[in-house]
């Protein structure tokens, strides 16, 4: 299980995230909301041994993150950063493949798990292609499948840390991709993502956690936290908070 307690960063000087108490619980979606400078992305960075902690514990299975080597943390972590690049003429399939590396599992073993990763993300047509050629969208749907690929077929003891994943996406894929996350925490996965949608978070995030200012404005269900009063206070944002005819979850509409 990944945790962190009483967790303090500081990024050029300024604390950009103070006091979070935070666990990622297996078979669940956390959504991470909150607006630009929230710590959203420090959170993240916190979470994957990228940040450096200034007072406070990152810890996996109780252990510190930090203490964990690296080929055995990268068989139980994976991490989908906001902007994922690569200048060199990888094929797709190879790109994905690089979320193999620290299994070691065989040809044919890591070949057919790329083969699955790229189902889920909605790009196996995409095998053979060139990553250079692809579009923006093609290219964040091709590293998500990269990350499933690190953790296939994803189990208890696992986290998955997702940092906008549908931000370049078009309104299909974004529940595409959503639908492959939620797919991946009912295998028992913990998976944390960072989330603009409010309906998005609505919909597919079992909790919500709400920053404001580096610290913890509010966490709990969906129902519990995307409700007007804290999403005018967080965001300035005048909504209204009705229950979606069909599936049940908030539905939030800005007035």
């Given at each position: 299980?990944?945790?962190?307690?009483?967790?303090?960063?500081?990024?050029?000087g300024k604390?950009v995230l103070?006091?979070?108490?935070?666990?990622?619980?297996?078979g669940?979606?956390?959504g991470?909301?909150?607006?630009?400078?929230a710590g959203?992305?420090?959170?993240l960075?916190?979470?994957?041994?990228?940040?450096?902690?200034?007072?406070?514990?990152v810890?996996?299975d109780?252990?510190?993150?930090?203490?964990?080597?690296?080929?055995?943390?990268a068989?139980?972590l994976?991490?989908?950063?906001?902007?994922?690049?690569?200048?060199?003429?990888?094929?797709?399939?190879?790109?994905?493949?690089?979320?193999?590396?620290?299994?070691?599992?065989?040809r044919?073993?890591?070949?057919?798990?790329v083969?699955?990763?790229?189902?889920?993300?909605?790009?196996?047509?995409?095998?053979?292609?060139?990553?250079?050629?692809?579009?923006?969208?093609?290219?964040?749907?091709?590293?998500?499948?990269?990350?499933l690929?690190?953790?296939?077929?994803?189990?208890?003891?696992?986290?998955?840390?997702?940092?906008?994943?549908?931000?370049?996406?078009?309104?299909?894929?974004?529940?595409?991709t959503l639908?492959?996350?939620?797919?991946f925490?009912?295998?028992?996965?913990?998976?944390?993502?960072?989330?603009?949608?409010?309906n998005?978070?609505?919909?597919?995030?079992d909790?919500?956690?709400?920053?404001?200012?580096?610290?913890?404005?509010?966490?709990?269900?969906?129902?519990?936290?995307?409700?007007?009063?804290?999403?005018?206070?967080?965001?300035?944002?005048?909504v209204?908070?009705?229950?979606?005819?069909?599936?049940?979850?908030?539905?939030?509409i800005?007035?």
């Amino acid at each position: 299980m990944l945790r962190v307690e009483n967790l303090h960063v500081r990024r050029a000087g300024k604390e950009v995230l103070a006091g979070i108490d935070l666990q990622l619980l297996p078979g669940q979606v956390l959504g991470v909301l909150g607006p630009n400078g929230a710590g959203k992305s420090s959170l993240l960075g916190a979470l994957s041994g990228e940040l450096a902690v200034h007072q406070g514990r990152v810890s996996l299975d109780d252990q510190e993150l930090a203490g964990w080597e690296g080929a055995l943390r990268a068989q139980r972590l994976a991490v989908l950063p906001q902007s994922s690049s690569l200048d060199f003429a990888f094929r797709a399939e190879e790109v994905v493949g690089l979320g193999r590396l620290p299994h070691q599992s065989g040809r044919a073993h890591d070949e057919a798990i790329v083969h699955a990763a790229l189902e889920a993300a909605d790009v196996a047509h995409l095998w053979g292609c060139s990553y250079l050629a692809l579009s923006g969208g093609e290219r964040q749907r091709v590293h998500l499948a990269r990350v499933l690929a690190q953790l296939w077929p994803g189990q208890p003891g696992h986290s998955l840390l997702l940092d906008e994943p549908t931000s370049a996406l078009d309104p299909l894929h974004q529940h595409i991709t959503l639908q492959a996350v939620r797919a991946f925490a009912e295998r028992g996965v913990a998976v944390l993502i960072i989330l603009h949608d409010l309906n998005l978070a609505a919909r597919y995030c079992d909790r919500v956690l709400l920053l404001e200012g580096g610290r913890q404005h509010s966490l709990g269900t969906p129902e519990q936290v995307l409700r007007p009063e804290p999403l005018q206070a967080v965001f300035g944002l005048e909504v209204l908070v009705q229950q979606h005819p069909e599936r049940g979850h908030p539905l939030i509409i800005a007035r």
